[in-house]
């Protein structure tokens, strides 16, 4: 009886052993080709491309801002009149508060074509709710 659960105890090691080797064989096979299974790098046009919004009590210059995908951009948010920022949800980025008189430089990747809201994500009084724009990606 001892014997037979020692036997068990053993073939239970060497399964435990065995799931954990295929684990780690998954595992790095996954590692190794990222880029591959996911697809995750966006393709770019290597170009950075500058860009300038302004903000204002309350709205934006330029509105729309046009950009191609698969452009880096780097976006300068300046504000000549009022303390005001810019959120772009769809990209995850958006600059801190940007008090008039300075700027602020958001960099992104326009991986996706299509039509994203901007807006202020500073409260900055009565017109603050339409302060929004759009960015629009060029396929
Ligand atoms: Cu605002």
Request: glycine fraction near 12%; hydrophobic fraction near 35%; charge should be neutral.
């Amino acid at each position: 009886m001892l014997k037979h659960r020692g036997d068990t105890m053993k073939q239970t090691i060497a399964v435990v052993i065995l799931v954990f080797g295929i684990l780690v064989l998954v595992g790095c096979t996954t590692n190794t080709q990222p880029a591959l299974v996911n697809n995750v790098v966006a393709q770019t046009t290597g170009e950075v491309k500058e860009m300038s919004i302004d903000a204002w009590s309350w709205g934006f210059t330029p509105e729309p801002v046009t950009i191609n995908k698969g452009d880096r951009v780097r976006l300068k948010v300046t504000s000549s009149q009022g303390t005001h920022g810019v959120t772009i949800p769809a990209l995850g980025v958006s600059t801190g508060p940007v008090s008039q008189g300075q700027e602020e430089i958001i960099e992104f990747t326009a991986t996706e074509s299509g039509t994203f809201e901007y807006f202020c994500n500073v409260p900055c009084g009565q017109g603050h709710r339409g302060m929004r724009g759009q960015l629009v990606v060029k396929e």
